[in-house]
């Protein structure tokens, strides 16, 4: 199966992926695990994309395009994978048809994770990462017990900026112009499948499955 999975920052769709690429083989392609590794290695991409991340801004398309496409090549995404993160924009899901239409191919379901904004700031405020091994938690549903410190590896466990409640807002801004209309764009080609994360993941990844039986994929 060939999946893209959207939903606005906080919606849980890198969970859903997640539990969707370990039981049927994919491989779950990350922009955002991507861009921090970068970020992290202060490489010249992660330079630039930190400065429109901490802004919550999008990155350019120039500075994904080819990364994603250099990623599709590699022999994991043979037997399948899931987009998380990519494509964001009409322009970017445009230009991911062209790429795939060159090898014969397409995407198979874009799965759209729906959760009200009100829980998705609560969850996102909440959450935190260790700077050394980058282990995630969430001071709400899965605190550290040592508070800032790391259960795994004892490093200092902080609140990213790109989590913070005035960049949330504008990554919500920002996903709603940008990226909301590929709901459109996708539904008009009959590739949508809804899952509802609302109160329980466990629910959501079932309306997946069912979506995708529907259409005969699993």
Do not use: W
Request: glycine share 8%; hydrophobic share 35%.
């Amino acid at each position: 199966m060939k999946l893209i999975i959207l939903g606005a920052p906080g919606s849980g769709k890198g969970t859903s992926a997640t539990v969707l690429r370990e039981e049927f083989s994919l491989a779950h392609i990350s922009t955002g695990d991507i861009f921090r590794a970068n970020i992290k290695g202060n490489t010249p991409l992660g330079i630039e994309a930190k400065s429109y991340i901490d802004k919550g801004q999008l990155v350019p398309d120039s500075l994904t395009i080819s990364m994603v496409e250099d990623r599709l090549n590699q022999d994991d995404c043979a037997k399948g994978y899931i987009l998380d993160g990519f494509p964001r924009t009409i322009a970017q899901a445009e230009a991911l048809d062209e790429m795939l239409s060159k090898k014969n191919t397409g995407i198979d379901a874009v799965l759209s994770i729906v959760v009200d904004d009100e829980e998705i700031k609560a969850r996102v405020a909440g959450r935190r990462v260790c700077e050394k091994c980058g282990a995630s938690y969430n001071v709400n549903f899965k605190p550290t017990k040592v508070e800032n410190v790391c259960d795994l590896c004892g490093g200092k466990v902080y609140q990213r900026d790109d989590d913070k409640p005035e960049t949330v807002e504008a990554r919500l801004k920002t996903y709603y112009k940008n990226t909301q209309p590929l709901i459109d764009f996708y539904d008009k080609k009959g590739l949508i499948v809804e899952g509802d994360n609302n109160k329980d993941s466990q629910i959501c990844i079932d309306q997946i499955k069912e979506g995708l039986k529907a259409k005969g994929l699993i």
